[in-house]
């Protein structure tokens, strides 16, 4: 068994895919119409054939409280491996994203939250050399 596919909850699908595409790095695998949405899904740029990360839209009455209580509380809805998150703060940050949580020791890994301007915190992490 293996990850195929894992979902993030969006506000706003065009919106996301320009973060996660244009500020975040991603590659669109597919995007694909399906009625008032699409199945949009991104991959990492160097790994076209590896895990797909869907940007779902946050239309189910379920997925607003849900969210809303995790972003109240500092819960990532996901973690995204960077090779050096200090790195990665300091780029991101010089692109205007705002991080809830500056890169921090937690133990094997380093850690950095921030906020994807779609609903969610989404946490960066590297192991320690």
Known sequence: MRVYITSVFV???????????????????????????????????????????????AAHPAVGPYRAALKADGI???????DDVQAEFERLGSLGVEFTQE??????????????TCGNLIQISSYKA
């Open 103 to 116: 890169p921090m020791d937690a133990g094997p890994v380093m850690v950095a939250t921030f906020d994807d």
């Open 11 to 57: 506000d706003d699908q065009a919106k996301a895919k320009a973060f996660y595409t244009e500020v975040l790095g991603f590659k669109v695998k597919h995007d694909i119409p399906v009625g008032e949405y699409s199945w949009l899904s991104l991959v990492a740029a160097d790994q076209e054939d590896g895990p797909e990360v869907l940007l779902e839209p």
């Open 76 to 82: 990532p809805a996901t973690s995204f491996a960077v």
